[in-house]
């Protein structure tokens, strides 16, 4: 492969991966932020670490799962009736950060 190509190729990537990370954070401004952006009703705040452990020991499966059926005083869905599975595990990736 030339170096044009390489290049070209790692331009493509880092720019990929912002725009996934925007529509991250859009997803996350537009469904997750009312509750994890303050913890209301015991929802885990963005960032929380410590909040977030728990959870994330649970494993994917199983906070899926929540999403899905709503879990506690998080709706179904948790008001992404658009998102993915794997844009609900980049949000608790995001969140959980």
Aim: glycine content about 10%; overall charge positive.
């Amino acid at each position: 492969m030339n170096k044009l190509a390489i290049v070209v190729a790692c331009f493509g990537v880092i720019i990929g991966s912002q725009a996934y990370a925007a529509g991250v954070e859009d997803k996350y401004s537009k469904a997750c932020v009312t509750c994890h952006g303050t913890g209301v009703l015991g929802a885990p705040k963005k960032g929380d670490a410590a909040a977030w452990q728990p959870r994330l020991k649970q494993g994917t499966d199983t906070l899926l799962s929540h999403i899905h059926s709503g879990y506690k005083n998080m709706p179904a869905k948790g008001l992404c009736n658009d998102c993915s599975d794997a844009d609900y595990v980049a949000l608790i990736k995001f969140m959980s950060q």
